[in-house]
């Protein structure tokens, strides 16, 4: 996630100090210091936490460009750089899309890749046949997806493999799409209406966006709950107004997401208290240095500062673009692909 090596030239100046500080910073959006944070990020390549997060990086780089595209700042990044990387990490063999160099392909990152690819108009630069392929060859005869080679079945890879072919325009002429909606349905919790990872598992925010959105791309949004499950969602806020991911678990940032984007997607996201729910998030921006950290006085990383930046996004706050909740890629792009994910209205 070496964001440094993408980063144009700047003139030199500190964007950071286009925002005078006060007392009230922590209820406005920090915009310049989170564009600087992200362009930093990953800049000590032999410090541990680059290290450690290599199997992260071609998510990373999706975090970072997406929330930068987000901002209006996309062109702070080199395309030609960002480009490069992706295509040096698809698997000549597969056609599926590895983290970085040297590691093994998986659909987590395959996604990703499309991602960054769709966002700078770029599938024409890969061999989309090879990546469709690597999808439809993942698909086990229960509806299931493996993540790739090792056989791990999870609802998150359903999404990632629907998410990747309808952004490739192959969804319908590739799986068997009814066996795939009949596995995630399996997935349902009847008490609650949420999804967990397997048949019987527990109920999970994060896994209720896969299995929504999942349900958004095939167009079978019919097939939810949505009174129940919109209410076990809306039980996610706090009193201070952040969101957590099951009971009796602590609020964190990337709830703004996986929560808020389901309401959206439900028509339901005036369930909850928007304003503190905003207020939530803006509480966890790093004052000094830019970026969202999961809950308020941690430390920020690139993750949670996508995904802070997302749920602002959905709560229509100033200065960002609007971006898709299916997805999670601006709604431009989505408009210019010509995609339409299912979305239920407002009752």
Same mark, same amino acid.
């Given at each position: ?7 144009? +030239? ?41 290290? $450690?997060?290599? @199997? ?88 299931? @997806?493996? /993540? ?50 397997? +048949? ?65 997607? $439900? ?42 930046? /997302? ?6 706050? /100033? ?10 890629? +601006? ?17």
């Amino acid at each position: 996630m070496d964001f440094t090596t993408f980063v144009k +030239p700047s003139n030199g100046d500190s964007m950071a100090t286009a925002e005078a500080t006060d007392g009230n910073d922590a209820k406005k959006l920090q915009f310049w210091k989170h564009v600087e944070y992200i362009e930093n990020h990953g800049k000590q390549e032999d410090d541990y936490e680059y290290c $450690m997060t290599e @199997f992260l990086r071609m998510s990373g780089i999706y975090w970072g460009v997406t929330a930068l595209d987000i901002m209006g700042q996309l062109d702070r990044l080199e395309r030609k750089y960002v480009l490069e990387f992706v295509k040096r990490c698809q698997c000549p063999v597969t056609g599926g899309f590895a983290p970085c160099e040297g590691h093994d392909a998986h659909l987590l990152y395959t996604l990703s890749a499309i991602q960054i690819l769709c966002t700078y108009d770029a599938l024409d630069e890969i061999d989309t046949d090879a990546v469709v392929r690597f999808v439809v060859g993942l698909q086990q005869p229960d509806g299931s @997806f493996f /993540g790739d080679k090792w056989g791990e079945v999870d609802t998150r890879f359903s999404f990632c493999a629907v998410a990747t072919l309808t952004l490739l325009k192959r969804l319908e002429a590739s799986i068997d799409v009814e066996k795939a909606v009949k596995f995630v349905m399996s997935c349902c919790n009847q008490t609650d209406g949420g999804f967990g990872s397997k +048949p019987g598992a527990e109920s999970h925010a994060g896994l209720i966006y896969c299995c929504v959105g999942f349900l958004s791309l095939t167009q079978r949004l019919h097939l939810l709950d949505v009174d129940k499950l919109g209410w076990w969602l809306c039980e996610r806020q706090l009193p201070a107004g952040g969101l957590n991911g099951r009971p009796e678990k602590l609020p964190d940032v990337c709830y703004s997401w996986w929560v808020l984007s389901s309401l959206t997607i $439900m028509g339901r996201l005036h369930w909850i208290s928007s304003e503190k729910l905003q207020e939530f998030i803006l509480s966890c921006q790093d004052l000094e240095t830019g970026g969202f950290s999961d809950r308020t006085g941690n430390m920020p990383d690139i993750f949670h500062t996508l995904f802070g930046i /997302g749920g602002l996004s959905l709560l229509g706050h /100033g200065g960002l673009k609007p971006i898709n909740p299916t997805l999670c890629m +601006p709604q431009y792009i989505i408009d210019r692909l010509d995609i339409h994910p299912q979305k239920l209205e407002r009752p």
